[in-house]
């Protein structure tokens, strides 16, 4: 089993809509837990953090079930510039940080 | 300016010549890593370093070589390039919480 597994779809969804990615992770000691976004052929780059509390920033909200090893993000209506690579992370604790990437969930909104 | 450069950002070579990707940070960070990233297979880490006199491999280490000639600079070498290293290199900071990369090197091994 793939350390940190997500769907890779693509997701195709109309703007304005919702559409929700999760990530399981199979390191039950995992600390850290992020999601990042990655355009075609750039870099990635730092979305959000999730905590165990959960955590809004805007139309995204990102929560995190260490019961079940998953976290998970939500975009609420979607727009056209959220096409892209979601890249889900997860890090063990302690000051050694190697972290394990997801290979990625796509999302297309089309008009 | 960018935090994490890396230079070349687009090479294309020949089986068995011997290449290196260099990546500078002005971040000030310590941790530093190289990744590629294939289509469908994610990232995937080749070295790491926590510090200057610190170098460890990561999951894909064989057929790569680093050198982290100071706390800026952490350069990733191909001894013998492969045309299966033909990917995207990224390198990539760690400071407090997240991970900054630089903007990549596609690499063409022919």
Redesign the interface.
Same mark, same amino acid.
């Given at each position: 089993r793939k350390e940190v597994e997500q769907d890779?779809g693509p997701f195709n969804v109309p703007e304005g809509a919702t559409v929700a990615f999760n990530c399981t992770y199979s390191n039950s000691a995992s600390q *850290?837990f992020?999601w990042y976004r990655q355009d075609c %052929?750039?870099?990635?780059?730092?979305l959000m *953090?999730v905590y165990s509390s959960g955590n809004e920033d805007g139309r995204f909200t990102a929560q995190l079930n260490r019961a079940s090893q998953y976290i998970s993000l939500l975009i609420r209506d979607s727009k056209l510039s959220d096409s892209a690579t979601y890249?889900c992370?997860v890090g063990a604790s302690g000051? *050694?940080?190697?972290?394990t990437?997801? %290979?990625?969930t796509s999302l297309i909104v089309h008009p | 300016d960018a935090d994490v450069t890396q230079t070349p950002r687009n090479r294309i070579t020949k089986t068995g010549k011997r290449i290196m990707l260099e990546c500078s940070q002005t971040k000030g960070h310590d941790r530093m890593y190289w990744y590629r990233q294939d289509p469908g297979l994610g990232l995937r880490l080749i070295y790491y370093s926590f510090d200057v006199k610190d170098i460890n491999k990561g999951e894909i280490s064989d057929g790569y070589s680093v050198s982290r000639q100071a706390q800026a600079k952490f350069s990733l070498s191909l001894e013998s390039a492969i045309p299966n290293q033909t990917a995207l290199y990224f390198c990539a900071t760690r400071g407090a919480n997240e991970q900054f990369f630089g903007p990549g090197t596609r690499l063409t091994v022919l």
């Open positions: 890779p *850290s992020f %052929r750039k870099e990635p780059k730092l *953090s890249l992370v000051g *050694s940080y190697i972290p990437f997801g %290979r990625g | -």
